[in-house]
């Protein structure tokens, strides 16, 4: 089986064209073969790039667990960048089908090279649809949510972007918090589905550093969905403004909220590491 390995912010995963490859039917155990970075190709996860009925391409994606995730931000970018390279669709705006629906990336030129902009769609801040079991704060969103996590206290916002993030501004992020706490979070009973947690420090109104624990495959260089969740949570706390830069660990990703529409934009990177068959 042919596979490319690519990234966006550091954010690495292994992609399997299925316009030209039949990869095993058992997904998940594939994912977790390819994905570890010892015995495998290495990675975050499994990326499978499909035809759709409905738009230019389909994108699936697991985790390095093998569990399932209906959306990955640095990830839909890649699969933008591949459909292109492979000659599957040459647009420069392409419709990606997705576990959190259809959505649009926009092909852009960066004074590095290519970028990439997502329309990420809505954020969700129902607490029922996050989904969370924490108290609202407002009868409806959890903002800034008191949770204890193996006695350290937090002070949780819960956002989903396709998939469920609860994010916590700090004044330093570290090691404990983030490998740690953050593992406790994704498994605490608070969140069904388990969660994705972020850690975020403040620069300014217009620049953010996060470090995030994924739910499936731990720390990871970079987070799409997570880099939106943040800076929608620091909005709703006045933490920040609707457009912000988020520093993180793999590198850069420009985020903004558009108030009049209520969608997320995200703009990064999308680069191919290598080739190769397995």
């Given at each position: 089986?042919?596979?490319?390995?690519?990234q966006?912010?550091?954010?690495?995963?292994?992609?399997?064209?299925?316009?030209?490859?039949?990869?095993?039917?058992?997904?998940?155990?594939?994912?977790?073969?390819?994905?570890?970075?010892?015995?495998?190709?290495?990675?975050?996860?499994?990326?499978?790039?499909?035809?759709?009925?409905?738009?230019?391409?389909?994108?699936?994606?697991?985790?390095?667990?093998?569990?399932?995730?209906?959306?990955?931000?640095n990830?839909?970018?890649?699969?933008?960048?591949?459909?292109?390279?492979?000659?599957?669709?040459?647009?420069?705006?392409?419709?990606?089908?997705?576990?959190?629906?259809?959505?649009?990336?926009?092909r852009?030129?960066?004074?590095?090279?290519?970028?990439?902009?997502?329309?990420?769609?809505?954020?969700?801040?129902?607490?029922?649809?996050?989904?969370?079991?924490?108290?609202?704060?407002?009868?409806?969103?959890?903002?800034?949510?008191?949770?204890?996590?193996?006695?350290?206290?937090?002070?949780?916002?819960?956002?989903?972007?396709?998939?469920?993030?609860?994010?916590?501004?700090?004044?330093?992020?570290?090691?404990?918090?983030?490998?740690?706490?953050?593992?406790?979070?994704?498994?605490?009973?608070?969140?069904?589905?388990?969660?994705?947690?972020?850690?975020?420090?403040?620069i300014?109104?217009?620049?953010?550093?996060m470090?995030?624990?994924?739910?499936?495959?731990?720390?990871t260089?970079?987070?799409?969905?997570?880099?939106?969740?943040?800076?929608?949570?620091?909005?709703?706390?006045?933490?920040?403004?609707?457009?912000?830069?988020?520093?993180?660990?793999?590198?850069?990703?420009?985020?903004?909220?558009?108030?009049?529409?209520?969608?997320?934009?995200?703009?990064?990177?999308?680069?191919?590491?290598?080739?190769?068959?397995?």
């Amino acid at each position: 089986m042919k596979f490319i390995k690519m990234q966006g912010a550091g954010n690495d995963y292994v992609y399997v064209d299925c316009f030209t490859e039949t990869p095993d039917d058992d997904y998940a155990q594939l994912a977790v073969r390819l994905a570890d970075r010892h015995f495998g190709v290495g990675g975050d996860g499994l990326v499978l790039v499909q035809p759709s009925d409905v738009a230019d391409g389909r994108m699936r994606m697991f985790n390095a667990d093998g569990s399932e995730s209906k959306m990955c931000g640095n990830a839909i970018r890649c699969v933008a960048k591949l459909l292109r390279d492979n000659g599957i669709c040459a647009k420069n705006v392409v419709r990606i089908e997705t576990g959190n629906g259809i959505l649009t990336v926009e092909r852009l030129k960066g004074d590095g090279g290519e970028l990439y902009r997502v329309d990420m769609g809505e954020p969700i801040l129902d607490a029922e649809k996050v989904p969370t079991k924490l108290t609202p704060t407002d009868g409806k969103t959890v903002i800034e949510a008191p949770l204890t996590v193996d006695g350290t206290q937090l002070k949780v916002t819960c956002v989903s972007m396709g998939n469920p993030h609860a994010v916590t501004f700090v004044e330093k992020i570290d090691d404990n918090l983030v490998l740690n706490i953050g593992k406790k979070v994704e498994t605490n009973a608070n969140f069904p589905n388990r969660v994705n947690a972020e850690f975020a420090r403040i620069i300014s109104k217009s620049e953010i550093e996060m470090r995030v624990w994924e739910r499936g495959t731990g720390e990871t260089l970079a987070c799409g969905t997570g880099a939106c969740a943040t800076l929608v949570a620091a909005v709703l706390t006045e933490r920040a403004s609707p457009k912000a830069t988020i520093n993180l660990t793999g590198g850069k990703l420009e985020i903004e909220w558009d108030k009049k529409t209520n969608h997320v934009y995200m703009t990064g990177n999308a680069v191919e590491v290598f080739r190769g068959e397995i």
